[in-house]
């Protein structure tokens, strides 16, 4: 556990994750935004690993094992049943079968309730008791797999209610509780999501091991059935289609004038930017000219951006910016643009950076870096 120098602590809670490591200065905090989760559930998965990605490269985490932490309130939990105690002159206990049976029922309607399709759940013993513990597991894996595709490994994922009073975790990472952890590795392991202990359930392929054979041979015939009526479904939406479209017809020629007129209404519309960060615009900004002289701005670009990125150098030299570099990526071209602010850069600065680049790059988010000097990192992507 931790087997490797400059092992990396991930806490995540319902609105972001926060990262430990010994190389770093500060603790870094990424906040979840609704298009990238929402209700802790991933809504764009290449967007999201492609940010966290930039993300370990701005705060420079060194690649190391990986320990994940939840938050309560990521997790869902369920305090399983007692084994029930026989009285000696009891004329029929139960069984250990029929208990194992009950144990089994309760696990699996607790995780029938859980609204991801799939799921990393275990059954956890703590003290003298059973407790069925269970996460979104595409929300700790696309996080993990970020780190894991830079060369990090992943040794454990683990609920933060295993430590119990020592640790207080409404603060995400401290320096307090990380001590505890550290010295506590142990804890990693037993309470690990990822390993064998007890029982062991991972998403819905608890249904196997709890229903008998002539049950799965039911359940298929039903899944049968259900596709077949599915497939007639289909059918009579494409004819329905088809007879609307015919109708339709008839009266394309004044339709088709007043949708051009909608599409460029639409047009006109201008595209809603997500940012991860929320960085106010104002009308007229104010900017110190120590600010030109003492902020370096990079750009990074792939071939194909290279006169956006040298628009976007000819713009800001025009601003009065002294330290302004152009130079090709080294990494993978993101999906999506991103611009990436030093904490100490001005919100004045900001908002006139945000307004130039909104003249060359229509859909772009906007992150904050843990960094002290004055930087501002511009990262050219697909669209």
Do not use: C, W
């Not at 430990?20 to 209700?39: A, E, G, M």
């Amino acid at each position: 556990m931790l087997s490797k120098s400059h092992p990396i602590i991930l806490f995540i809670d319902r609105f972001g994750f926060s990262v430990y490591q010994d190389t770093l200065t500060t603790i870094p905090k990424f906040n979840f935004t609704q298009d990238l989760v929402s209700n802790l559930d991933v809504v764009n998965k290449v967007q999201f690993v492609s940010l966290v990605s930039t993300f370990i490269e701005i705060n420079k985490i060194v690649p190391s094992s990986l320990a994940v932490i939840l938050s309560d309130d990521v997790i869902y939990i369920k305090d399983l049943a007692g084994p029930v105690q026989k009285p000696v002159s009891a004329p029929a206990p139960k069984t250990e079968a029929t208990e194992d049976k009950e144990h089994k029922d309760e696990v699996e309607n607790f995780l029938e309730n859980i609204p991801f399709e799939e799921i990393l759940a275990r059954v956890i013993k703590t003290g003298n008791m059973n407790r069925i513990v269970a996460v979104n597991r595409d929300l700790a894996m696309t996080i993990a797999d970020a780190f894991m595709a830079k060369g990090s490994t992943i040794d454990s994922i683990t609920p933060g209610f295993m430590y119990g009073q020592n640790v207080n975790f409404t603060k995400g990472l401290t320096a307090d509780n990380l001590k505890v952890i550290l010295g506590n590795v142990e804890i990693l392991r037993s309470g690990n999501l990822l390993t064998d202990q007890e029982k062991m359930i991972i998403g819905r392929d608890i249904r196997s091991e709890l229903e008998s054979p002539a049950a799965i041979v039911e359940k298929k015939k039903q899944n049968l059935t259900q596709y077949i009526l599915a497939g007639i479904f289909v059918i009579l939406l494409i004819v329905l289609g088809v007879v609307y479209f015919l109708s339709q017809k008839a009266d394309e020629a004044s339709d088709t004038k007043n949708i051009n007129s909608i599409i460029n209404q639409r047009i006109a519309v201008p595209a809603v930017i997500p940012t991860a960060i929320p960085v106010p615009a104002t009308a007229s900004a104010t900017i110190s000219p120590s600010d030109l002289k003492t902020v370096n701005i990079k750009i990074s670009y792939d071939t194909q951006s290279s006169s956006i990125a040298a628009s976007l150098k000819t713009d800001f030299s025009g601003m009065g910016f002294e330290n302004v570099v152009n130079e090709i990526s080294k990494v993978s071209t993101p999906e999506k643009s991103s611009v990436i602010f030093s904490q100490n850069i001005s919100t004045d600065l900001r908002s006139s950076i945000i307004t130039e680049i909104k003249e060359v790059l229509q859909n772009f988010s906007i992150l904050e870096s843990q960094d002290a000097s004055s930087t501002i990192d511009i990262s050219i992507g697909k669209s």
